[in-house]
């Protein structure tokens, strides 16, 4: 039995203080690995490391049925400006705990203790999936091709998010 690919639409938000759309490469990344495997980018944008400018746009998207999944990148850090999970987490109807388990056994491989300073997360916003990834284009390279896009990947077995998409709002 072949299993049809469903393509979803995707928004990718960029969290900076001190990138503009010329040099958003992480958003770029993202937005670019999106359309590569057969997604289609519903939007795109930049925000300063604000939790008011951060909530402010994911709440437009969440409530925008031509949204299925938003990814952001930045702001996951430790630092006095990374507030992105602070201004995500809130959103979240459920917050999905195996993707932080899983970001961090994927990005060790990567960068090893390092991935310690990351605050990666995901959960559901009115349906909607949201993932947070740093804002290095390695985090968003091992973020998407190791991990995301596997779970918006309704061919992907034994099971995946994607499939999910239509159930999230049952009652």
Known sequence: MTIAFRALRVAVLTV???RDAGSDTSGKLLADRVIRDGHVLAARALVKDEVAQIQA???KWIADPSVDVIISTGGTGLTGRDVTPE???PLFDKAIEGFETVWHLTS???VGLSTMQSRACAGLAGGTLIFALPGSNGACKDGWDRVIRWQLD???RPCNLAELIARFMEV
């Open 16 to 18: 900076s203080d001190t």
């Open 57 to 59: 746009q994911l709440k």
């Open 87 to 89: 201004a995500i987490r």
């Open 108 to 110: 060790f491989q990567t």
């Open 154 to 156: 309704s061919r992907h």
